[in-house]
Nanobody, 116 residues
Framework: QVQFVESGGGLVQPGGSLRLSCVAS???????MAWYRQVPGNERELVAI???????TYPDSVKGRFTISRDNGKNTVYLQMDNLAPEDTAVYYC???????????WGRGTQVTVAS
């Protein structure tokens, strides 16, 4: 299975921006990919999907603020997050995605904290 390493998280003020990266251990060309986030005690939440044809889908909670993209040549998926709010605070993960479910091995994630 392909493994993923997330990076780019940090502490940012409300209204700020971060760009997360997810590097895969192998080719992602044939995979749909997704970003998820999780707050301790809660289930993992899907926040962005990019198909292998680069079509994108977002839940209402992040639509217009988050942008997912991919670079198949670098085996990397990105998540640009703008106008961040405290409720976006979570550990962010990426994974391959198919039929509504993650399909790869979870990485360690990257912590995003939005606070003043």
């Amino acid at each position: 299975q392909v493994q993923f390493v997330e990076s780019g998280g940090g502490l940012v003020q409300p209204g700020g921006s971060l760009r997360l990266s997810c590097v895969a251990s192998g080719s992602i060309r044939r995979y749909h990919m997704a970003w998820y986030r999780q707050v301790p005690g809660n289930e993992r939440e899907l926040v962005a999907i990019i198909s292998r044809f680069s079509g994108t889908t977002y839940p209402d909670s992040v639509k217009g603020r988050f942008t997912i993209s991919r670079d198949n040549g670098k085996n990397t998926v990105y998540l640009q997050m703008d106008n961040l709010a405290p409720e976006d605070t979570a550990v962010y993960y990426c994974n391959s995605f198919d039929n509504g479910s993650p399909t790869g091995t979870w990485g360690r994630g990257t912590q995003v904290t939005v606070a003043s």
